[in-house]
């Protein structure tokens, strides 16, 4: 039941105010300024004893995995890294007693991460699921884990999951954080910044329509290429997939700085850029950036917490912390890629060649 919409796609970029709502409920302590994850299975001095993070997923699970280890590092202060499951199953790691294994899938079926949990398992290794479907493979082959509560997922490609997942590591990364070196003054400002969330959501749903006009817009491009910087640069990636996905228009996702290393060759007016511009500490080098490729008449659709003077566009979104800001830094280019895929007629719940979960190797 698509409930009053065309697709489950727009129905499941709808629903992320209450889908997130739901991954941050019963889990918040006000009074420790922490959060309690009841599957964990892990106590505070084994906790303490980690000293490396290492992610798995695949597609947007893996993306979802990167912000979820800068979370993990910002806020815990643990080296972390996120991996897609395959690569790490296939090259022969080498598997740490000290390492927290995350694996990250929304179905809770993909071959690649189970084998590679397998593989953790049988390695004498401590793996934990950040997953949606209850009771699903990866899920029973855990030692514990994160339920990421976004509900079912019905449109091929992954919008609430990668959002649920997101907060869901901002909750692991909190949990571990207060365990650790996090103080209660910075447990609480990330507490009051999970709670802003789900009305900031709905505030960004609210601007579909600009949204969709500027989808119109960009529409036409043959090629897009998506740049940000530390925490920009996973939510680049998830965009540049999404679009792809759906639109089947190429796109690229690049480190900001990593533009003039190569792919500002491929800036001209017929390759728009999407840039991720959050008020921190690196605004000054996004703009650099965007300066750059303008001088190279490319086009630019900004991201960011205000107008930014450099971008033919801006989309804004309301600021959180720092540490949160990729969340909603998502959310418009969800519906970006959405309108561009209806406004080229795709088949939006079902692109060509893409199945719902992948269950072979
Ligand atoms: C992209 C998408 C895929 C999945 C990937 C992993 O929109 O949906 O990239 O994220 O196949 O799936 P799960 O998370 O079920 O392991």
């Given at each position: 039941d698509m409930g009053g919409h065309d697709t489950y796609m727009h129905k499941e970029i709808s629903e992320q105010a209450d889908a997130v709502d739901r991954v941050l409920r019963g889990r918040i302590d006000e009074k420790f300024s922490t959060v309690h994850l009841?599957?964990?299975?892990?106590?505070a001095r084994e906790a303490r004893g980690i000293r490396r993070v290492k992610i798995l997923g695949c597609g947007t699970s893996y993306h979802a995995g990167l912000i979820g280890a800068s979370l993990i590092e910002g806020l815990a202060r643990i080296p972390a890294d996120s991996e897609p499951a395959s690569e790490f199953r296939y090259r022969n790691p080498v598997v740490d007693p000290d390492t927290l294994y995350i694996a990250v899938s929304q179905s809770g079926e993909t071959y690649d991460v189970l084998a590679a949990v397998q593989e953790l398992k049988r390695k004498g290794a401590r793996v934990l699921g950040v997953v949606n479907v209850v009771g699903s493979a990866i899920a029973r082959e855990a030692d514990g884990g994160v339920y990421?509560?976004?509900?079912?997922?019905?449109?091929?490609?992954?919008?609430k999951c990668f959002t649920n997942t997101v907060v869901a590591f901002a909750l692991l990364a909190l949990h571990l954080g207060r365990i650790r070196d996090l103080s209660v003054a910075d447990g609480k400002r990330i507490i009051e910044g999970l709670r802003r969330l789900p009305g900031q959501i709905q505030e960004i749903l609210e601007s579909e329509e600009d949204i969709k006009k500027l989808a119109a817009e960009y529409a036409n491009a043959k090629s897009m290429m998506f740049i940000g910087r530390v925490r920009g640069y996973p939510v680049a990636l998830e965009a540049s997939l999404k679009l792809k996905e759906i639109s089947y228009i190429h796109a690229e996702a690049y480190p900001?700085?990593?533009?003039?290393?190569?792919?500002?060759?491929?800036?001209?007016?017929a390759m728009p850029t999407v840039a991720i511009v959050p008020n921190d500490s690196l605004l000054e080098k996004n703009r650099a950036a965007m300066e750059e490729i303008k001088a190279r008449s490319g086009r630019i659709l900004a991201v960011a917490h205000q107008e930014q003077?450099?971008?033919?566009h801006t989309i804004i979104v309301p600021k959180n912390e720092d540490e949160l800001d990729p969340i909603l830094m998502g959310i418009p280019l969800q519906l970006l890629a959405y309108h561009t895929a209806l406004a080229l007629g795709r088949d939006i719940d079902k692109p060509r060649n893409l199945a719902k979960s992948v269950t072979v190797e």
């Open positions: 009841g599957g964990l299975n892990l106590d990421v509560h976004a509900g079912p997922e019905v449109c091929v490609v992954s919008t900001a700085s990593e533009l003039k290393h190569g792919p500002l060759a491929l800036i001209e007016p003077e450099k971008a033919d």
